[in-house]
């Protein structure tokens, strides 16, 4: 019988129980859907502003915007899809999945998940509260100082993308400790590291990634704020600074950002592959060393996106081989990707479907990519359309597309109903002719000579055909974005039933209900293999052979169903605490940055609460 003490609930709790629960959660399971329901709203969001960019662009001198609202757009656009949307929705799978795969019954420190994630929707609101406040984030996602410095940036829109981006930067670090601590420890008895999904190999890295990578933007943008409210002059050139300082420092954190995007959903892709070809994962030690080579290898490229920054040859040469040198461990990955399907009895689900156009279109951002590393071209391409091509088919095409194969493949298991697969199909195709009628003219665009970033441009360039073409394919999208939406809302409350393993499953998730109880799993049998779940069955199916009887059989551990690892036999399970502190923190955090912005007595009350929420999270009962 499982026992959670439920936190004073006080006067907001006895009014409002159900926002009360969601608001002192501490289930990795709930935190997930928080993330995942959050990111999609802001997928949406960041839609509509790619959108209004396309309408501006859609014909030659386009009077849908103003300049620099155009510029707030495409810097809101960039900042909302990679820090909005792919990384929370990857945090989404990482909290909902994660502990599921290695067996255990919550993250390692589940007060510190929840705080993640309220740091995190506070620095999202506070970046979108630029738009209310007239002043939205226009200095591109990348931000170059010494143009975010005053006198070129005097508003207050380079100050929420300092502010904002440092709040979203602590959410990110907290959550990758806690899974990095979580995947090393908290595995299930015989769970060595060779016998993680995929999945959790992926989640294991980025967070190494993010640990890494985050810090050093937090530096980046704590010198720019100190320029822009104390006085300093870290990228004022004028007082002597350097400026190409920030760009360093950006682009080492900003490189490895981009794996932080794609290695989840190619975790994803490594799950959905296997189960869908009923063949276990070709090469699984190459695609997890592979994944760590990439990662480790992505510290080492930085600078391919200055090779017009006049960093001289030798520069110039070593970071061109160096990019290049990661198209091996990423090739190696699409090939495995391939050998897992080659001789797989196929299921077309649409989860393989997004699995494969992920596949499909990667190589084509990949290829991209590798022609820009090779300095004489990225002369050409750079900060042209070809650039927003490529962009988009690693990061739409690519981390977009594999999130989705995940949402089809673990929507029964978080919702406990199957998406419509008719719908899925739909969904798949217009999102996949859509992008490539979106993004792949824009190759085109680029080598004609269109700069990314112009607002507008003047009829006789030769980009009109096109740019109508790209604007008619981005309403694809949103059409294909709209069947989703239809599927997922009449799936939850109509969809067909799932069980606990509607898809034949290879792993641990599925030897849980659909949804799985608040604890997860009753009892944890030892992990012999690979693919534990796979093998559980064909022990079953051995012993039933075996026994010739048809009753059942024991498998290791001794449980009676042994494939039910949900259902409770007198088993007494401790839960953590719900606790309302994570969120009391997370507001003070975001009043205390805001105020920056406002007044420091906005900053003084945040840190009261900062304070106070710590203070309570401290010396609040254990459970
Ligand atoms: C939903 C479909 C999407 C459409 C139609 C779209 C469209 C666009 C367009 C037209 C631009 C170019 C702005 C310009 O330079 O003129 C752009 C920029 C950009 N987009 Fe998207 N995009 C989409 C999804 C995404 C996603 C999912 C990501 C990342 C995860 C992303 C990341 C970016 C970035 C980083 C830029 C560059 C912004 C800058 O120059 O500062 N986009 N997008
Ligand atoms: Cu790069």
């Not at 859609?58 to 899809?81: I, Q, S, Y």
């Amino acid at each position: 019988m499982a026992t959670t003490v439920p936190p004073e609930t006080g006067a907001l709790g006895r009014v409002y129980p159900v926002l009360w629960s969601w608001l002192t959660t501490v289930d990795h399971k709930r935190i997930g859907i928080l993330y995942g329901t959050t990111a999609f709203v802001f997928f949406l969001v960041g839609g509509i502003e790619a959108l209004l960019i396309r309408l501006q662009l859609a014909v030659p001198d386009g009077k849908v915007v103003a300049p620099d609202t155009f510029n707030a757009l495409f810097t809101m656009h960039a900042l909302t899809m990679i820090f909005l949307v792919v990384m929370p929705l990857a945090a989404a799978f990482f909290n909902y999945v994660v502990p599921l795969l290695i067996g255990a019954r919550d993250v390692a420190f589940p007060r510190l998940n929840a705080l993640s994630y309220w740091i995190f929707l506070a620095g999202a609101l506070l970046l979108n509260a630029s738009w209310v406040a007239g002043t939205p984030a226009d200095v591109g996602w990348f931000a170059y100082a010494p143009l975010t410095e005053r006198p070129y940036a005097n508003t207050h829109s380079a100050d929420f993308y300092v502010l904002g981006l440092q709040v979203l930067g602590v959410a990110s670090l907290a959550a990758a400790f806690n899974f990095m601590v979580t995947i090393v420890n908290l595995r299930a008895p015989g769970m060595s590291l060779l016998r993680m999904p995929i999945f959790v190999w992926t989640t294991l890295i980025t967070s190494f990634l993010i640990i890494f990578a985050f810090p050093v933007f937090t530096i980046a943008v704590t010198l720019l704020l100190f320029d822009r409210f104390f006085g300093t002059s870290f990228y004022v050139v004028a007082r002597g600074a350097d400026p190409v300082l920030w760009q360093h420092l950006f682009w080492i954190f900003g490189h490895p950002e981009v794996y932080i995007l794609i290695l989840p959903p190619m975790g994803i892709v490594s799950e959905v592959l296997p189960t869908f070809a009923r063949k276990p994962l070709f090469g699984y030690p190459f695609v997890v060393f592979a994944s760590a080579a990439i990662a480790f290898l992505g510290y080492g490229v930085w600078a391919h996106h200055m090779f017009a920054v006049g960093l001289g040859p030798v520069a110039n040469s070593v970071f061109a081989a160096t990019t290049m040198l990661i198209a091996v461990p990423t090739g190696v990955k699409v090939f495995n990707w391939i050998g897992t399907l080659i001789g797989g009895s196929i299921r077309m689900a649409t989860a393989l479907y997004f699995a494969v156009g992920f596949i499909s279109m990667f190589i084509i951002g990949g290829l991209s990519g590798v022609m820009h590393a090779v300095p004489p071209v990225d002369w050409q391409q750079t900060d042209t359309y070809f650039v927003v091509a490529h962009i988009h088919y690693v990061l739409f095409a690519g981390a977009v597309l594999g999130l989705f194969a995940g949402i089809y493949y673990w929507f029964p298991k978080f919702s406990g109903r199957l998406l419509d697969e008719r719908l899925g199909k739909l969904h798949f195709w217009l999102t996949f002719v859509g992008l490539n009628v979106t993004f792949f003219p824009m190759h085109f665009l680029g080598v004609e000579g269109m700069p990314r970033r112009i607002y507008t441009y003047p009829a006789g360039m030769g980009w009109e055909l096109w740019n109508l073409v790209a604007t008619i394919g981005a309403f694809v999208i949103a059409l294909s974005v709209l069947v989703f939406l239809a599927n997922a809302f009449t799936s939850l409350r109509y969809g067909q039933r799932a069980s606990a393993d509607p898809w034949d499953g290879r792993t641990l998730e599925w030897a849980t209900s659909s949804p799985p109880p608040p604890y997860n799993f009753a009892r944890m049998p030892h992990i012999e293999a690979r693919d534990v779940l796979w093998h559980w069955k064909r022990e079953r199916a051995r012993r039933a052979r075996e026994t010739k009887a048809g009753e059942h059989t024991r498998i290791a551990g001794g449980a009676v169903d042994e494939l039910d690892l949900a259902t409770l036999r007198g088993e007494r399970i401790h839960l953590p605490r719900p606790s309302i502190f994570p969120f009391i923190v997370a507001l003070g955090i975001v009043l205390a940055a805001t105020g920056f912005i406002t007044s420091y007595v906005i900053s003084a009350i945040g840190v009261a609460y900062l304070l106070a929420g710590l203070y309570g999270w401290a010396f609040e009962p254990a459970g």
